[in-house]
């Protein structure tokens, strides 16, 4: 059975068909997912932020050759660190695939903000600025 597939199975496993079916969560632990690797790799949150701005300011592209792209710079991005993707989607599968771990992720999924992109209730970070006030006779 090939990867994807197995991957849908855990899914289908862990959580009901509504949120395995739902595209916008998908999107965003996605997006979480690839920040955190890039994240790790020395990115930094303005790279990123520039990169949101400059993506977001052009049309959307099409679906299948946006995933092509998504595989062949992973691909490249391993390569440059000396990461073997297959070695490590095996090993993440593996690990949460582990009936403790699935338990963790259910609960981290009940609990999280409905209709949010943030994975759980999280505190304003500190490298954010605080929001402006105001004047009050403004």
Not at 71 to 86: F, G, P, W
Request: aromatic residues 6%; negative net charge.
């Amino acid at each position: 059975m090939n990867y994807q597939k197995r991957v849908l199975n855990w899914l289908t496993a862990c959580f009901s068909m509504e949120i395995c079916r739902d595209v916008t969560e998908r999107n965003h632990r996605f997006l979480e997912e690839a920040l955190e690797l890039v994240q790790s790799t020395g990115c930094t949150a303005s790279e990123a932020h520039q990169l949101v701005d400059y993506v977001f300011g052009r049309p959307p592209g099409e679906p299948f050759q946006e995933i092509g792209g998504v595989k062949v710079t992973l691909s490249a991005l391993c390569s440059s660190i000396d990461q073997d993707e297959d070695l490590a989607a095996e090993a993440e599968l593996t690990r949460i695939s582990a009936p403790a771990v699935m338990e963790k992720i259910r609960a981290r999924q009940a609990a999280k903000p409905k209709h949010s992109p943030l994975p759980e209730r999280t505190a304003r970070p500190a490298s954010s600025p605080p929001a402006q006030q105001k004047n009050a006779t403004t």
